[in-house]
C-alpha cells in the first residue's frame, strides 16, 4: 500500500517520474543495442523465438512473429518489421521468399508468404544455454536471455541505427573478414584499423570517421561510370538510400536547373543499373560532378556508436567496442571450455565407478540386502579399497545410479572397450586443460576456423578512397539567365523582357553597385531589388576576384577620390558603403578588370568644372597612382575641385604634354 510520503508532492514531480521511467525504458528495452551481443531487445527474443521453433526446416514468419509475442509485449507489426531487417542483413537469418530489396527498397512479402530459419553461422556462434543468463519474460510465463552468447563482434558486423528519449545510436556495419582479422590482432596485441563496409558497396571517404564516435562523418558516393559520351551509368548506390530516392534527387535536381539530363532509366534488378542519358553538348564529367554535388549520388553519415553497457547507455569507438566483444568471445570460449572440462571429469568419473562396480561384481554385493539403505551401504562398502583411484569423492546420488544400470549391460561388459572410452576421455581432458591454459591461442584458432567456414563472398564491397567535396558553383548547370531592370533597380532570370546580362543558375550569387557607392551581394531570384541607380550588376564569382576601380564624389559638393579594390569576403544581403558615407555621394566612373596589370593601365582625363583663376581645366589621372586596398578605405584624392566628366585618355595620350 502506498503511503502518502511516498506520493508525488506536485504534477511536476509526477511527470519527472514518469517521464524518467519511460525514457530509462526506452533507451534500455527498446532502441539501443546491448554490447555484447549486439542486438535490441526485440532482435534478441526474435533469435531465441526462432532458435525455440528450430528443427532444421523453414518456419513461417508469421509462426515465428506469433511465437515472439511471448516475450515481447509490442504487437506482431514491430516484430515483422525487425525480422525483416534482420534478414536483410544476411548473416544470422536464412530467408525463402520475397524479403524485399536494399537496393531499391521495395518491401517484404506479407509474413505469412515468407520463410526463415537460423543459418548455420548463428547457430554456432550466438546460442548455448549452459553459459546463457535467463530472465523471466514480461509475464512471467516463460524464460528469456538476457543477452545471447555471441561469439562473434555482431554489432559491428551488422550495424544498427535507433532513436531514443534523448540519445540516438548509428552504428555502421563492418566487413565480417575485416572484424575477424582485427579480433586476431588484438588478441595478439598488434594495431588495427577499422572502417565501416555496406552492402550497398559504392565508395567511401572515412578520412573524418573518428573511430564511429559522435562527431565524425563519412561522405559515401555512388560509382558512376561513363559509358559513352552522352550517357552516365549508375552501378552503385550510397549506403542510406535507396535507386527510388537516388532517381527521384537527380530529376529533383533538373528540375531546379542544376544539372542538364535528357532521361534517366532504371534497369536495378539484383544489382544497381540507372542510366542517366544526357542531352547534346553535356559534358559527362561535370555532370557527374553535378550529380555529387546536388544528388543523393554522394551523403554523408554522421555516426553515433552508443550501447547498453553496466545496465546503462555508453558513447564507445568501435575499436573499444571491438576489444570488449573480442574479451567477451575469449571469456565465453573459457566458460565453455570449463564446462566441458566439468562434464569430462565426470563422465570420467562415472565410467571409471561403473568399470570397478561389474568388473569386481559388487553389485553381487546387494543380493541379500532387505532395504535400500543396506543396498547403498554395501555397494559404498565395495567401492571402498577403490576410491584411492578416483579423482573425487564417491556420494550417494553416484551409488544410485550404478544401481540403475541394467543388467543387460552387465552381461555384455566389454572391459577393454571400457579402458578405450575412458583413455579417450583422459585424452579430451588433457586436451580442454590444455586450451584453457592457451586461452588466446585456442580464441585466435577459433576466430580463424571462422573464417574460414563462413568468410568466403564477404570480401569488401566498399571501396576505400579519399575525395574532395564538389565545388557546386563550379558544376552547376548555367541554364538560367541573369537580367536587369536599370531603370527600376531589379535583377533576376525570370524578368525576360529586360536586359540580358550573362547566363547563370539558380544557385548563384550577384553582385550590384549603385551610384550612390553602395555594394551589395545578394542570393539570385526570379527578381530581387538591388537598390536604385544601379550602375552594375553581374553573377558574383568569389573564386575568381575581379579588380574594381572607382573615382567618387564625396557628398554633394566634396572632393574626388579615387581607388582600386577586390571583392572577398561579404555577408550576403548587407549593404557596403564604398566612400565614406556622405549623403550625396556619387560615382563618377566606374571599370572592372580580370588582372591587375590591366587595372593599373588606366590613363584618364578629368575634366574640371570651368572657374574663376582655374587655367588647367583638363587633367591626365592615372590609375597606376593608386594602390589595391581594402573595399573600405577612402581612397586617394583626385582633386577638390568640381569635376565635370571623367572619360579614358586616347591611346595615343602623351601625359607629359598634357591635356
Given at each position: 500500500?502506498?503511503?502518502?510520503?511516498?506520493?508525488?508532492?506536485?504534477?511536476?514531480?509526477?511527470?519527472?517520474?514518469?517521464?524518467?521511467?519511460?525514457?530509462?525504458?526506452?533507451?534500455?528495452?527498446?532502441?539501443?543495442?546491448?554490447?555484447?551481443?549486439?542486438?535490441?531487445?526485440?532482435?534478441?527474443?526474435?533469435?531465441?523465438?526462432?532458435?525455440?521453433?528450430?528443427?532444421?526446416?523453414?518456419?513461417?514468419?508469421?509462426?515465428?512473429?506469433?511465437?515472439?509475442?511471448?516475450?515481447?509485449?509490442?504487437?506482431?507489426?514491430?516484430?515483422?518489421?525487425?525480422?525483416?531487417?534482420?534478414?536483410?542483413?544476411?548473416?544470422?537469418?536464412?530467408?525463402?521468399?520475397?524479403?524485399?530489396?536494399?537496393?531499391?527498397?521495395?518491401?517484404?512479402?506479407?509474413?505469412?508468404?515468407?520463410?526463415?530459419?537460423?543459418?548455420?553461422?548463428?547457430?554456432?556462434?550466438?546460442?548455448?544455454?549452459?553459459?546463457?543468463?535467463?530472465?523471466?519474460?514480461?509475464?512471467?510465463?516463460?524464460?528469456?536471455?538476457?543477452?545471447?552468447?555471441?561469439?562473434?563482434?555482431?554489432?559491428?558486423?551488422?550495424?544498427?541505427?535507433?532513436?531514443?528519449?534523448?540519445?540516438?545510436?548509428?552504428?555502421?556495419?563492418?566487413?565480417?573478414?575485416?572484424?575477424?582479422?582485427?579480433?586476431?590482432?588484438?588478441?595478439?596485441?598488434?594495431?588495427?584499423?577499422?572502417?565501416?563496409?555496406?552492402?550497398?558497396?559504392?565508395?567511401?571517404?572515412?578520412?573524418?570517421?573518428?573511430?564511429?564516435?559522435?562527431?565524425?562523418?563519412?561522405?559515401?558516393?555512388?560509382?558512376?561510370?561513363?559509358?559513352?559520351?552522352?550517357?552516365?551509368?549508375?552501378?552503385?548506390?550510397?549506403?542510406?538510400?535507396?535507386?527510388?530516392?537516388?532517381?527521384?534527387?537527380?530529376?529533383?535536381?533538373?528540375?531546379?536547373?542544376?544539372?542538364?539530363?535528357?532521361?534517366?532509366?532504371?534497369?536495378?534488378?539484383?544489382?544497381?543499373?540507372?542510366?542517366?542519358?544526357?542531352?547534346?553538348?553535356?559534358?559527362?564529367?561535370?555532370?557527374?560532378?553535378?550529380?555529387?554535388?546536388?544528388?543523393?549520388?554522394?551523403?554523408?553519415?554522421?555516426?553515433?556508436?552508443?550501447?547498453?553497457?553496466?545496465?546503462?547507455?555508453?558513447?564507445?569507438?568501435?575499436?573499444?567496442?571491438?576489444?570488449?566483444?573480442?574479451?567477451?568471445?575469449?571469456?565465453?570460449?573459457?566458460?565453455?571450455?570449463?564446462?566441458?572440462?566439468?562434464?569430462?571429469?565426470?563422465?570420467?568419473?562415472?565410467?571409471?565407478?561403473?568399470?570397478?562396480?561389474?568388473?569386481?561384481?559388487?553389485?553381487?554385493?546387494?543380493?541379500?540386502?532387505?532395504?535400500?539403505?543396506?543396498?547403498?551401504?554395501?555397494?559404498?562398502?565395495?567401492?571402498?579399497?577403490?576410491?584411492?583411484?578416483?579423482?573425487?569423492?564417491?556420494?550417494?546420488?553416484?551409488?544410485?545410479?550404478?544401481?540403475?544400470?541394467?543388467?543387460?549391460?552387465?552381461?555384455?561388459?566389454?572391459?577393454?572397450?571400457?579402458?578405450?572410452?575412458?583413455?579417450?576421455?583422459?585424452?579430451?581432458?588433457?586436451?580442454?586443460?590444455?586450451?584453457?591454459?592457451?586461452?588466446?591461442?585456442?580464441?585466435?584458432?577459433?576466430?580463424?576456423?571462422?573464417?574460414?567456414?563462413?568468410?568466403?563472398?564477404?570480401?569488401?564491397?566498399?571501396?576505400?578512397?579519399?575525395?574532395?567535396?564538389v565545388d557546386r558553383t563550379q558544376v552547376v548547370a548555367a541554364t538560367e539567365t541573369l537580367y536587369v531592370d536599370w531603370k527600376n533597380g531589379f535583377a533576376g532570370y525570370g524578368l525576360k523582357k529586360d536586359e540580358a546580362v550573362e547566363k547563370c543558375s539558380t544557385i548563384d550569387?550577384?553582385?550590384?553597385?549603385?551610384?550612390?557607392?553602395?555594394?551589395?551581394?545578394?542570393?539570385?531570384?526570379?527578381?530581387?531589388?538591388?537598390?536604385?541607380?544601379?550602375?552594375?550588376?553581374?553573377?558574383?564569382?568569389?573564386?575568381?576576384?575581379?579588380?574594381?576601380?572607382?573615382?567618387?564624389?564625396?557628398?554633394?559638393?566634396?572632393?574626388?577620390?579615387?581607388?582600386?579594390?577586390?571583392?572577398?569576403?561579404?555577408?550576403?544581403?548587407?549593404?557596403?558603403?564604398?566612400?565614406?558615407?556622405?549623403?550625396?555621394?556619387?560615382?563618377?566612373?566606374?571599370?572592372?578588370?580580370?588582372?591587375?596589370?590591366?587595372?593599373?593601365?588606366?590613363?584618364?582625363?578629368?575634366?574640371?568644372?570651368?572657374?574663376?583663376?582655374?587655367?588647367?581645366?583638363?587633367?591626365?589621372?592615372?590609375?597606376?597612382?593608386?594602390?589595391?586596398?581594402?573595399?573600405?578605405?577612402?581612397?586617394?584624392?583626385?582633386?577638390?575641385?568640381?569635376?565635370?566628366?571623367?572619360?579614358?585618355?586616347?591611346?595615343?595620350?602623351?601625359?607629359?604634354?598634357?591635356?
Amino acid at each position: 500500500m502506498t503511503t502518502d510520503s511516498e506520493l508525488p508532492t506536485s504534477l511536476g514531480a509526477m511527470y519527472s517520474n514518469y517521464f524518467l521511467d519511460y525514457a530509462s525504458y526506452v533507451i534500455l528495452e527498446r532502441a539501443v543495442p546491448h554490447l555484447n551481443d549486439g542486438l535490441k531487445p526485440v532482435q534478441r527474443r526474435i533469435m531465441h523465438s526462432t532458435k525455440e521453433l528450430d528443427d532444421g526446416r523453414y518456419n513461417k514468419v508469421a509462426n515465428i512473429v506469433g511465437n515472439t509475442m511471448k516475450y515481447h509485449p509490442h504487437g506482431d507489426a514491430s516484430i515483422g518489421d525487425a525480422m525483416v531487417q534482420l534478414g536483410q542483413k544476411d548473416l544470422l537469418i536464412d530467408t525463402q521468399g520475397n524479403w524485399g530489396n536494399i537496393l531499391t527498397g521495395d518491401s517484404a512479402a506479407a509474413s505469412r508468404y515468407i520463410e526463415a530459419r537460423l543459418t548455420k553461422f548463428a547457430l554456432e556462434v550466438a546460442f548455448n544455454p549452459k553459459t546463457t543468463d535467463w530472465t523471466p519474460s514480461y509475464d512471467g510465463r516463460n524464460k528469456e536471455p538476457v543477452t545471447l552468447p555471441v561469439k562473434f563482434p555482431l554489432l559491428l558486423a551488422q550495424g544498427v541505427e535507433g532513436i531514443a528519449v534523448g540519445l540516438a545510436c548509428k552504428v555502421l556495419p563492418h566487413n565480417f573478414n575485416e572484424l575477424i582479422d582485427a579480433s586476431i590482432a588484438i588478441l595478439r596485441g598488434e594495431p588495427f584499423t577499422l572502417v565501416p563496409d555496406f552492402p550497398t558497396a559504392g565508395i567511401m571517404d572515412a578520412s573524418e570517421y573518428r573511430d564511429g564516435l559522435r562527431g565524425g562523418r563519412l561522405r559515401v558516393r555512388a560509382r558512376i561510370s561513363t559509358e559513352k559520351k552522352g550517357l552516365l551509368r549508375v552501378l552503385e548506390i550510397p549506403f542510406g538510400t535507396t535507386t527510388g530516392n537516388l532517381m527521384e534527387s537527380i530529376v529533383a535536381a533538373a528540375d531546379k536547373g542544376k544539372i542538364k539530363i535528357q532521361k534517366i532509366e532504371d534497369n536495378t534488378a539484383e544489382h544497381v543499373d540507372i542510366l542517366v542519358h544526357l542531352p547534346a553538348g553535356a559534358d559527362a564529367e561535370t555532370t557527374r560532378d553535378a550529380l555529387y554535388a546536388f544528388t543523393d549520388c554522394e551523403l554523408s553519415i554522421s555516426p553515433n556508436a552508443c550501447v547498453i553497457l553496466d545496465g546503462k547507455p555508453q558513447f564507445l569507438g568501435v575499436s573499444e567496442i571491438l576489444r570488449r566483444n573480442t574479451q567477451h568471445t575469449k571469456d565465453l570460449l573459457g566458460m565453455e571450455l570449463q564446462i566441458r572440462l566439468g562434464e569430462l571429469a565426470e563422465k570420467w568419473h562415472f565410467s571409471s565407478l561403473e568399470k570397478i562396480f561389474i568388473e569386481n561384481r559388487i553389485y553381487r554385493d546387494i543380493e541379500e540386502c532387505e532395504t535400500w539403505e543396506a543396498v547403498i551401504r554395501a555397494i559404498d562398502d565395495g567401492l571402498t579399497p577403490f576410491k584411492k583411484l578416483l579423482k573425487r569423492e564417491v556420494t550417494e546420488e553416484d551409488i544410485v545410479r550404478l544401481t540403475e544400470i541394467k543388467i543387460k549391460r552387465i552381461s555384455k561388459f566389454d572391459s577393454f572397450k571400457a579402458d578405450e572410452e575412458i583413455k579417450a576421455l583422459e585424452k579430451d581432458i588433457d586436451a580442454t586443460e590444455k586450451n584453457l591454459k592457451r586461452l588466446n591461442q585456442y580464441t585466435i584458432k577459433w576466430f580463424e576456423d571462422l573464417k574460414k567456414k563462413y568468410g568466403t563472398g564477404r570480401e569488401r564491397r566498399t571501396e576505400i578512397a579519399t575525395f574532395d567535396r564538389v565545388d557546386r558553383t563550379q558544376v552547376v548547370a548555367a541554364t538560367e539567365t541573369l537580367y536587369v531592370d536599370w531603370k527600376n533597380g531589379f535583377a533576376g532570370y525570370g524578368l525576360k523582357k529586360d536586359e540580358a546580362v550573362e547566363k547563370c543558375s539558380t544557385i548563384d550569387d550577384i553582385i550590384a553597385f549603385t551610384q550612390d557607392g553602395k555594394m551589395k551581394v545578394m542570393k539570385i531570384a526570379d527578381k530581387g531589388f538591388i537598390g536604385q541607380k544601379p550602375i552594375h550588376c553581374a553573377v558574383f564569382r568569389k573564386d575568381d576576384p575581379l579588380y574594381y576601380s572607382i573615382i567618387y564624389r564625396d557628398g554633394k559638393e566634396g572632393a574626388v577620390y579615387a581607388k582600386r579594390f577586390q571583392v572577398g569576403g561579404v555577408t550576403r544581403d548587407k549593404e557596403y558603403d564604398l566612400a565614406k558615407g556622405k549623403a550625396g555621394t556619387r560615382i563618377l566612373y566606374f571599370a572592372i578588370h580580370k588582372t591587375e596589370e590591366d587595372s593599373a593601365a588606366q590613363m584618364l582625363l578629368v575634366h574640371l568644372k570651368p572657374q574663376l583663376r582655374l587655367r588647367n581645366v583638363s587633367r591626365p589621372f592615372h590609375f597606376a597612382e593608386v594602390a589595391i586596398k581594402g573595399r573600405a578605405s577612402g581612397g586617394n584624392l583626385v582633386t577638390k575641385h568640381a569635376v565635370e566628366k571623367i572619360v579614358r585618355a586616347p591611346k595615343d595620350f602623351d601625359p607629359s604634354v598634357g591635356a
